[in-house]
């Protein structure tokens, strides 16, 4: 079937996409032009084999020779961000939440969250459903992960200090990037007042848990070990975000590609569930959330071919493997149909979830989510792009965003 190849605009200049894809032209393994810092773009499907599922020993987590992770400043010692002997704990604590037979027991919610909010909108009205989707996916991962609802202003709290703060901590990745926070700069406070609110919300519920004891969510699970409560909240914290973040944005995107491609739209509403699975692959494999993904050497060592010194910065990145055309007959296209045949041939070309022992718990969880939302959405309306709006632009931050949200125009399907 011919496929449609327009949808959100690509990167150009200097945004940092386009930069790692440039470096990517001049081998597998390039070093980029970062004062100050010895940081190198791996892009060979065996050298990211390699360094993401090898001991975390030999390629640590964080930026620079001391790993660095911008995210603790958010997250502490949550999953996302905490030490190798930790975060072994740490998974073995939650991997029951997301065992795939429970993770299929949520399927239903996800389609009954998702009908509910889609029954919100209205016929003929331009909306934006990265916003939509957002609160929704924070909807879903509060009643099934913890087990608990979540108001529409602990919503706007989440939502809003997300927005606003991602570019400061991305700046955080950069060599002298944390200087500023020691300033009283306006974005500072800013930082401050709404860390404050996040972590307000996510007290809430726990402490809305602690009345209530003895059930099989997140929070009755690290409340029954005895954990210090900072330890409660940086896990809680962790898969709250991490947990519908991603997610919204990733469907945002998808929905995008799917506005100007009605037949696909009708094909999922028809309830081709393998077609929709296929179309949350595809859409994954051209806007990963996780855009890039850093790792440090401790040691010097030779990474796909090319020897490197310790400390140096790896960047392994979804968006440039996953649209080399060395691993992907036209890379640029919407094409879900390439996922119907089977996983791609070489596995390390495909990792929006990352890999090894720090790939992302959630990964089933997150794509049957997605799928289900999808169906839901297509079910019960026509999008096609906002007329007059503007396009939708990936926004490289700490994870990958639509720069001016995604703009849709609904019609109910008849």
Not at 244 to 251: G, K, Q, R, Y
Request: overall charge positive.
């Amino acid at each position: 079937m011919e496929r449609v190849d327009h949808g959100p605009r690509p990167p150009r200049g200097l945004n940092p996409l386009a930069l790692l894809v440039r470096a990517r032209r001049r081998g597998a393994v390039a070093r980029l032009p970062v004062p100050g810092a010895r940081v190198y773009l791996v892009s060979d499907p065996a050298a990211i084999q390699e360094a993401l599922t090898r001991t975390q020993r030999e390629y640590a987590k964080g930026v620079g020779r001391h790993g660095r992770e911008p995210l603790k400043r958010v997250l502490g010692d949550g999953l996302l961000t905490s030490p190798p002997d930790l975060h072994r704990q740490q998974r073995r604590l939650v991997r029951p939440l997301f065992h795939r037979e429970r993770v299929a027991g949520y399927a239903a919610t996800f389609t009954a969250l998702a009908r509910e909010a889609a029954a919100g909108w209205r016929d003929g009205e331009v909306r934006d459903l990265h916003r939509d989707l957002t609160a929704l996916t924070l909807a879903i991962v509060a009643r099934t992960v913890f087990d608990a609802g979540v108001t529409d202003a602990a919503v706007t709290t989440v939502s809003r200090a997300l927005a606003r703060n991602q570019r400061a901590l991305r700046r955080e990745i950069l060599p002298g990037g944390t200087l500023l926070d020691r300033l009283p700069l306006p974005a500072t406070r800013r930082w401050r007042a709404d860390s404050a609110a996040v972590d307000a919300v996510v007290h809430g519920l726990i402490e809305a848990r602690r009345a209530e004891p003895g059930g099989s969510d997140l929070l009755s699970l690290l409340l029954a070990t005895g954990m210090p409560d900072r330890r409660i909240r940086d896990e809680a914290l962790t898969l709250l975000l991490a947990g519908h973040e991603t997610t919204a944005s990733a469907l945002a995107f998808t929905f995008a590609l799917l506005s100007h491609d009605p037949a696909a739209q009708e094909r999922i509403a028809g309830g081709d569930r393998a077609y929709t699975t296929a179309v949350v692959r595809e859409s994954l494999r051209l806007y990963p959330p996780a855009w890039a993904i850093w790792r440090h050497l401790v040691e010097a060592r030779e990474v796909g071919g090319r020897r490197l010194p310790a400390g140096a910065t790896l960047i392994f990145s979804p968006w440039v493997t996953h649209r080399d055309p060395a691993w992907w007959p036209e890379p640029d296209r919407f094409r879900p149909e390439r996922w119907l045949a089977g996983p791609p041939p070489e596995r390390y070309a495909y990792f929006p979830f990352g890999a090894g022992p720090r790939q992302c718990v959630g990964n089933e969880f997150a794509e049957l989510e997605a799928a289900r939302v999808t169906e839901a959405v297509c079910a019960r309306w026509v999008l096609a792009p906002a007329p007059g709006g503007r396009p939708v632009v990936p926004r490289p931050l700490i994870t990958l965003r639509p720069r001016y949200g995604v703009p849709l125009l609904l019609r109910v399907r008849r």
